[in-house]
Structure formats: C-alpha cells, structure tokens
C-alpha cells in the first residue's frame, strides 16, 4: 500500500508538463540500478507518455532475483502474478511495446550475474521484436562513474528520439 513510484513519477511527468516550458508529446525517462528498471516499466506500460527511455545497469527481471523478490514481496504483498505488471520483462512478455531501447551495464558489475541479468531483457526484446541497444561496457561496475561516462551517450539517445 505504500509503493507508489508509479503514480509519483507520473505526477512529476505532469508537474513538468503543466509547470515549464515543454512540449508533452517529447518526454524521455531514464534511470539508474532500480530506477533503470523503474524507467524500463513507466516507458512499458504507457508508452503514450514517453517518447524515449533508457537505463544503466537496470535490475531486468526482479521478479526473479533476490533482490527484486526481498522488495516486490515487502512493498507488494506475496501474490507473485501480481508482481508481473511492475516487471520489464514481465511486461513485455505479457505484450508491453516500446519503440526502442537503450542499457548499458557494466562488465565489471558486482550484481551482474545474479541480480540484473540483462540477457533476460535481451530475450524479451527478442522475442517480442522490441529494438533494444544493450551495451556491455567493459572495466565499469555499478558506481555513478560508470553513469557519468557514458551518459552523453544517454543524452544524445533521447535528443534524438524526441526531435523525431
């Protein structure tokens, strides 16, 4: 009852909207770790509402991992299913569409192997034939200096999707 990110993210959205200079219709949504995969699922399930979304060492499937199970089941309840419509993979296996995707993850990330595994993404995308650019970037962990090297990178993704 008391996680709300969702409805916290999209009353920001509106704040940005309502409150400065900017047109709706040409809105990105980016984050880090838990907010990579935050941005991942916002961009899933209402795609109307962003036109660009990408993610550093986003958790892919928390449902799945210890991590994600240990937080889905405290702010969520037991009720795994109920988990599926605040996963990326999940949502996406259930039909969730985006136009394109960009995550980068470090090769040197501690969490890598047992709590992002972003080859579950990749599967996904696949399957669902959602473009994803997924880059793995060699000697970098989970630290903000691997988001600040690679977040021009990031920028230049969602000026161009949102000049389009």
């Known amino acids: 009852r008391h996680y709300r990110m969702y409805s916290y993210i999209h009353e920001l959205r509106e704040l940005v909207v309502n409150e400065l200079p ?3 219709g040409r809105i990105g ?3 880090h770790s838990m907010g990579g995969h935050g941005a991942l699922t916002m961009a899933l399930k209402r795609p109307d509402a962003f036109r660009s979304v990408s993610a550093f060492a986003p958790i892919a499937a928390p449902s799945l991992c210890p991590w994600g199970k240990k937080a889905f089941s405290g702010y969520l309840g037991d009720d795994r299913q109920s988990w599926r419509k605040h996963d ?3 949502l996406i296996e259930d039909g969730a ?4 995707l960009l995550v980068d993850y470090g090769g040197a990330d501690p969490f890598l192997a047992e ?5 579950l993404l990749q599967a996904a995308c696949e399957k669902a034939n959602i473009p994803l650019t997924l880059r793995r970037q060699e000697g970098y962990d989970h630290s ?3 988001i ?3 977040m021009g990178d990031h920028l230049r993704w969602h000026a161009a999707r949102l000049k389009a």
């Not at 569409?97 to 394109?100: A, E, P, R, T």
């Not at 709590?115 to 080859?119: G, M, T, V």
Request: proline share 4%.
């Open 22 to 24: 900017v047109d709706g």
């Open 29 to 31: 949504i980016f984050g």
């Open 88 to 90: 990326a993979v999940a």
């Open 97 to 100: 569409k985006f136009s394109d």
């Open 115 to 119: 709590q992002l595994r972003p080859e």
């Open 144 to 146: 903000y200096y691997f």
């Open 148 to 150: 600040s090297s690679f």
